[in-house]
């Protein structure tokens, strides 16, 4: 026997398994990630760009299929602006002006309704206001609908506040929607504390309930967050403007 050879004998077995450990490794199938039909990746990444800005941004670093999927539109579309305050105080960097270009590119209906309530809110642009929000109601935002209907109660166009009663008593018809209410309240409490409010329209409180009483009851007004117990379609809209007016930031 060769000197050696019971050692050479041992480690065949090893070199062998070794061996086909690389050539399984460079066969290997393509990764799960690879496997996954675009489309459903896209539809995937929108959802997680819908709640949060910072984990689409880390899902966007992960790996080279999420970087070139969370470019499509669809995941534009969906953005969250959450991470954006609506009026910055420090000048936008570059990056960030060309992240929200394309998030309007993409018509996203965040960045629009953003549009629409500072063009009316500061009276600016009032006219354009209700083109961007039409554009995100149209992509069924809520806060959108809302804020519509909010313009018309204020237009100072009986016709037009009518159709603003009307459509916000249609919006309150879901119960869905009517859940979703006050989080868009909140939020648009929030967006007015942090700009100048100085259209002139917003001077002059409306009165939508035609009734001498106003269905005063016993009790006072209804509170706005039980306001289930309102059958008026009028008074429905006046606890809107309620809460608007006290929203607005004393000047």
């Known amino acids: 026997m060769v000197k050696g050879s019971r050692n050479l ?11 086909s450990s690389k050539i399984m490794k460079r066969a290997a199938p393509a990764s799960n990630i690879e496997n996954i039909p675009r489309e459903l990746l896209i539809e995937i990444l929108s959802r997680i760009a819908k709640s949060s800005f910072t984990d689409i941004h880390n899902a966007k670093l992960s790996c080279k299929d999420f970087h ?12 969250s602006l959450d991470d954006f305050p609506l009026v910055p105080w420090n000048p936008l ?6 992240f929200l270009t394309k ?10 309704y953003r549009q629409g309530v500072l063009d009316y809110f500061t009276g600016k642009r009032p006219e354009s206001a209700l083109g961007h ?15 519509t209907c909010i313009i ?6 009986d016709e037009l506040k009518a159709a603003g009663v009307r459509s916000m008593a249609f919006l309150k018809k879901s119960n869905n929607v009517r859940r979703k209410l006050k989080e868009h309240r909140d939020k648009l409490k929030n ?3 942090r700009m100048w409010v100085e259209n002139p329209a917003l001077r002059r409180r409306p009165v939508c ?6 269905h005063r009851r016993k009790r006072g007004w209804v509170d706005f967050d039980v306001e289930e117990d309102v059958h008026c379609e009028g008074c429905s809209a006046d606890c809107e403007i309620r809460f608007l007016a006290g929203s607005l930031p004393q000047q």
Not at 93 to 98: G, H, I, L, V
Not at 103 to 112: A, G, L, S, T, V
Not at 133 to 147: D, K, M, P, T
């Open 133 to 147: 929000l039409q554009r995100a109601s149209n992509a069924n935002h809520i806060g959108a609908l809302y804020v």
């Open 191 to 193: 967006m007015l504390m």
């Open 209 to 214: 309930c035609t009734r001498r009483d106003n």
């Open 93 to 98: 960097s570059e990056k960030q002006q060309s």
């Open 9 to 19: 004998g041992r480690a065949t077995p090893a070199i062998l398994r070794s061996q």
């Open 68 to 79: 070139e999927a969370t470019e499509d539109t669809h995941v534009y579309r969906h953005m």
């Open 152 to 157: 018309l109660l204020f237009s100072g166009d």
């Open 103 to 112: 998030c309007k590119e993409c018509q996203n209906p965040e960045i629009m």
